[in-house]
């Protein structure tokens, strides 16, 4: 049982370091992967991006067809199937933590 947690807890960290490549710094710049139109379907890259922690405007410009929804924004609650509408959870810099798709 304690190989497996130590097995899981390494693949964790595979994706994060895989995540923390995908968003290199260059010059003190950072670059983001490229837009991806349309909605999400790939939701391992999507958690791979969410778990750098972007910015709401880093998340408007590589997935520009999803709908961000902020706390504090107003929004309809209706069921969404098709990954087109995040309400995100913001740490206390504004950055992104997490979220649902609804």
Do not use: W
């Not at 349309?38 to 750098?52: C, L, N, P, R, W």
């Not at 410009?61 to 706390?71: A, E, I, K, N």
Request: proline share 6%; hydrophobic share 45%; glycine share 8%.
């Amino acid at each position: 049982m304690m190989l497996l947690k130590r097995m899981v807890l390494s693949l964790a960290v595979l994706l994060l370091l895989a995540a923390c490549a995908q968003m290199q710094s260059q010059g003190g710049e950072t670059v983001l992967p490229e837009p991806r139109g349309g909605f999400v379907t790939d939701m391992a890259a999507f958690e791979q991006f969410i778990a750098t922690r972007p910015g709401p405007e880093d998340f408007r410009r590589v997935y520009p067809d999803v709908l961000l929804v902020l706390p504090g924004d107003i929004a309809t609650r209706e069921y969404r199937m098709n990954n087109s509408r995040y309400f995100a959870h913001l740490d206390e810099a504004g950055r992104i933590t997490g979220g649902q798709f609804q």
